[in-house]
């Protein structure tokens, strides 16, 4: 993929009809007031409320990550686009890896202690990276979506994610009952 050509940016920030690649030599990524994520664009401006969005969040996780400012009017303007996160010092790529989490918060399971149904819902007991968990997901293909090649990321109620990075990790009986119940 060729280097897009830098465009001149307006007064109120960057062109909405190309895609901006961020570098450490464009801008510099830091906390501001408040602990507020800020990126300051070189020759341009300083972008306060800022969050990260990723592009391709399976594929790509270091990769193809969006900045965004908030501009408080209901839209958000995306103030570009970082293509490998390892480009940047470690201090500001841990700054949007810290924004990620905040954004993607997520349980990754470890175990399956319990799956079966409970009033009419796919009851779950799981072992996760932070404690164990007992929730309750809708038996319905969206709730329950591909991560990747051999996961599997299942939204609860409430909408709180819980990610099986690969099914073939789980041991064989809780994979057995896992896609009894959840086998698309």
Aim: charged share 25%; hydrophobic share 35%.
């Amino acid at each position: 993929m060729a280097d897009e050509p830098t465009q001149p940016e307006s007064e109120s920030g960057p062109d909405p009809t190309r895609v901006r690649y961020l570098t450490p030599e464009s801008c510099r990524i830091h906390l501001g007031t408040h602990g507020a994520l800020h990126v300051t664009v070189r020759d341009e401006r300083i972008y306060g409320g800022v969050y990260a969005a990723y592009a391709f969040p399976v594929a790509y996780g270091d990769q193809f990550i969006s900045l965004l400012h908030s501009a408080g009017d209901g839209k958000d303007v995306e103030i570009g686009l970082i293509r490998n996160l390892s480009d940047f010092p470690p201090q500001q790529a841990d700054l949007v890896r810290q924004a990620l989490a905040r954004r993607y918060f997520i349980h990754t399971i470890t175990r399956i202690h319990e799956i079966g149904w409970k009033y009419g819902f796919v009851s779950l007991d799981v072992e996760t990276d932070k404690g164990r968990v007992q929730f309750m997901m809708r038996w319905k293909s969206d709730r329950a979506v591909d991560y990747g090649r051999r996961g599997k990321v299942l939204i609860d109620v409430d909408e709180n994610r819980y990610l099986i990075p690969d099914l073939d990790a789980l041991s064989p009986g809780e994979r057995a009952d896992f896609t009894r119940i959840i086998y698309w």
